[in-house]
């Protein structure tokens, strides 16, 4: 079956870098377009990015641009996001998500496939 298993959170000062990774396995990767998401307590899960199956579309959320940045390796099956400047409020769970659509992804409707999650906090 399908598995999605982030990695790579933790705790980290604010101004900060961490990288996660989600590693998939039981689909054929190179197919699905890939989104990282996340929800903080008490609040809905939102979309931080998004990368489509080639790698060359990406979107992010407006509270991340140019400090987030999603990529993919399709020969490691991994999509990774790529997080500086992180402040306080980036802390939350981080899922990685995958779908046949890249819209589904962009809207963070009828995902096929979501991750466990990766707990990032960022201390002030």
């Known amino acids: 079956q399908v598995q999605l298993v982030e990695s790579g959170g933790g705790l980290v000062q604010a101004g900060g870098s961490l990288r996660l990774s989600c590693a998939a396995s039981?689909?054929?990767?190179?197919?699905?377009?890939m989104g990282w998401f996340r929800q903080a307590p008490g609040k809905e899960r939102e979309l931080v990015a998004a990368?489509?199956?080639?790698?060359?579309?990406?979107s992010y959320a407006d509270s991340v641009k140019g400090r987030f940045t999603i990529s993919r390796d399709n020969a490691k099956n991994t999509v990774y996001l790529q997080m500086i400047s992180l402040k306080p409020e980036d802390t939350a769970v981080y899922y990685c998500?995958?779908?046949?659509?890249?819209?589904?992804?962009?809207?963070?409707?009828?995902?096929?496939?979501w991750g466990q999650g990766t707990l990032v906090t960022v201390s002030s």
């Open positions: 990368i489509s199956v080639g790698g060359g579309g990406t």
């Open positions: 998500a995958a779908d046949l659509t890249t819209r589904n992804v962009r809207l963070g409707e009828d995902l096929e496939s």
């Open positions: 039981g689909l054929t990767f190179s197919s699905y377009a």
